[in-house]
């Protein structure tokens, strides 16, 4: 089956600068990829998704980068903010099965 | 529109019990999947149903089971419960699936068994 490798596992920055975590996935079938925000005692929301026929997306301050060849795929959050703090899950999905595989999670911490 | 919901949002079972969890889809969406949230194994695919029958199933042992509703609604079942089985379900709907649209997810149920 999949295998999501998320990191790093936990994340630091100050506010105002850029935060980068990476995912890779072993199963070369899987096609859509996205990311969740979750914060402390609540529901993961998906920030932003990104599917294997495109490289890069971007919405606002969040952006995504696929590499099917190497199969891995980052976040990219830029001008963070104390709200920002969270923990972030990618995920990938459509693979063998078509399963919902996550990756381990990052507790990303904006210091203001 | 409402959001997707669950009831009970704790429950508090002890080993060997059965737990039936619920979950209410976003209207108009009509495929729910479930998951299983914990410190230590972190988010797990369960199951997801899609006009009321499974379509994809992730690694956990058939004493977790699910069923849908022709209102789209899901339960989850498990039965003989194991100190393990303490968790955060969560469940989330989308228009069709998986990897074809968003998933909404639910505040979640969380399951404590003594």
């Known amino acids: 089956g999949e295998n999501v490798e998320q990191h790093p596992s936990t994340l630091s920055v100050q506010e105002g600068d850029s935060a980068v975590i990476k995912c890779t996935y072993s199963d070369s079938a899987s096609n859509y990829f996205p990311w969740y925000k979750q914060e402390l005692g609540k529901r993961p929301q998906l920030i932003i998704d990104?599917?294997?026929?495109?490289g890069e997306k971007k919405d606002q301050r969040i952006a995504v980068t696929l590499n099917k060849t190497a199969k891995h795929f980052s976040l990219h959050i830029t001008e963070t903010q104390p709200e920002d703090s969270a923990v972030y899950f990618c995920?990938?999905?459509?693979?063998?099965?078509?399963?919902?595989?996550f990756g381990t999670g990052t507790s990303l911490t904006v210091i203001p | 529109k409402a959001g997707v919901t669950q009831t009970p949002r704790y429950l508090i079972k002890t080993r060997g019990q059965q737990v039936t969890l619920s979950c209410s889809p976003i209207s108009g969406h009509r495929s729910v999947s479930w998951y299983q949230q914990t410190p230590g194994q972190g988010l797990q695919f369960l199951f997801e149903?899609?006009?009321?029958?499974?379509?994809n199933k992730g690694n956990f042992p058939g004493r977790f089971s699910g069923r849908q509703f022709s209102n789209s609604r899901s339960e989850m079942n498990v039965s003989t419960l194991e100190l393990g089985d303490s968790a955060l379900y969560l469940c989330?709907?989308?228009?069709?699936?998986?990897?074809?649209?968003?998933?909404?997810f639910g505040p979640g149920t969380r399951l404590t068994v003594l």
């Open positions: 990104i599917r294997s026929n495109v």
């Open positions: 995920a990938a999905i459509g693979g063998t099965g078509n399963q919902f595989y």
């Open positions: 989330a709907s989308s228009l069709v699936g998986l990897s074809t649209d968003t998933q909404y």
């Open positions: 149903y899609f006009s009321e029958t499974q379509r």
